[in-house]
């Protein structure tokens, strides 16, 4: 059973953990390291912008970072640890999303992956996400979604 809660700093570690062990295989594809491995976690999960999903023993299994827009919840960066993977995680952390964004007043949620991540390209449409567009930001080609709640 995997459970989710607002982050602490305690969870920190952990997090930057699953953010290296999830990316790592990218930065072949993409020549770099992604943007989620070298995101400064501590700010938010100070800013009160980080949940974690954890096990029935309290081992965290994924993380989610929500930052408010204007008109928009923005899904910055979900990721589950290699080994939850396929487990439901992924999942369970797309629905805190959809709860959240209902509960913050917001009609929409944004994201946007990279496009050398084939995988999260057919992943997120068949969470009800739809691509918007396509550019270069920060020397990265992102692919944006969106989901009408």
């Given at each position: 059973?995997?459970t989710?809660?607002?982050?602490?700093?305690?969870?920190?570690?952990?997090?930057?953990?699953?953010?290296?062990?999830?990316?790592?295989?990218?930065?072949?594809?993409?020549?770099?390291?992604?943007?989620?491995?070298?995101?400064?976690?501590?700010?938010?999960?100070?800013?009160?912008?980080?949940?974690?999903?954890?096990?029935?023993?309290?081992?965290?299994?994924?993380?989610?970072?929500?930052?408010?827009?204007?008109?928009?919840?923005?899904?910055?960066?979900?990721?589950?640890?290699?080994?939850?993977?396929?487990?439901?995680?992924g999942?369970?952390?797309?629905?805190?999303?959809?709860?959240?964004?209902?509960?913050?007043?917001y009609?929409?949620?944004?994201?946007?992956?990279?496009?050398?991540?084939?995988?999260?390209?057919?992943?997120?449409?068949?969470?009800?996400?739809?691509?918007?567009?396509?550019?270069?930001?920060?020397?990265?080609?992102?692919?944006?979604?969106?989901?009408?709640?």
């Open positions: 059973m995997v989710c809660r607002g982050a602490v700093a305690l969870d920190t570690e952990a997090v930057v953990a699953i953010a290296y062990d999830a990316y790592a295989p990218y930065i072949e594809r993409i020549g770099r390291q992604p943007a989620p491995m070298t995101a400064d976690y501590a700010e938010a999960i100070a800013q009160g912008q980080l949940w974690v999903a954890e096990s029935a023993n309290g081992t965290v299994l994924g993380f989610l970072v929500l930052v408010e827009k204007p008109d928009h919840l923005l899904l910055e960066n979900v990721a589950a640890s290699p080994a939850a993977q396929g487990k439901g995680v999942t369970a952390l797309l629905a805190l999303a959809e709860r959240r964004a209902r509960e913050r007043g009609a929409r949620i944004r994201l946007y992956t990279n496009e050398a991540m084939t995988e999260n390209l057919t992943y997120y449409p068949r969470h009800g996400y739809r691509e918007t567009h396509r550019n270069t930001e920060d020397g990265f080609d992102r692919v944006h979604f969106v989901k009408e709640l």
